[in-house]
């Protein structure tokens, strides 16, 4: 099973850009789609965006389209999101997953088998 760390996140002021990083290790990170979720204080763990195995197919939650954009580069094994003109409803614990096999669109968290501990992205207005 693949292990993932996130890095990258902070606080920031509203308009300002972030780029989160997960990085993989154990089996091969090519087979894993993989996918950025959030959870906010008080709320249940939302999906932000994801990629096939190969980094074609991204998908997005609406309200982050235009705005964000997910990437992976298989020769470091690492996925990121690029996150640009943040605004105060992005705060959240952010997560990255990774789920094996060739599919695309997984918007769904329980469709995910391996998960990162998260990294924080607060927003300031």
């Known amino acids: 099973q693949v292990q993932l760390v996130e890095s990258g996140g902070g606080l920031v002021q509203a308009g300002a850009s972030l780029r989160l990083s997960c990085a993989a290790s154990g089996r091969a990170f090519s087979n894993y789609g993989m996918g950025w979720f959030r959870q906010a204080p008080g709320k249940e763990r939302e999906f932000v965006a994801t990629i096939d195995s190969r980094g074609a197919y991204p998908v997005y939650t609406d309200s982050v389209k235009g705005r964000f954009t997910i990437s992976r580069d298989n020769g470091k094994n690492t996925v990121y999101l690029q996150m640009n003109s943040l605004k105060p409803e992005d705060t959240a614990v952010y997560y990255c997953?990774?789920?094996?096999?060739?599919?695309?669109?997984?918007?769904?968290?329980?469709?995910?088998?391996?998960w990162g501990r998260g990294t924080q992205v607060t927003v300031s207005s």
């Open positions: 997953a990774a789920r094996y096999g060739s599919g695309i669109g997984w918007t769904t968290a329980t469709g995910y088998d391996a």
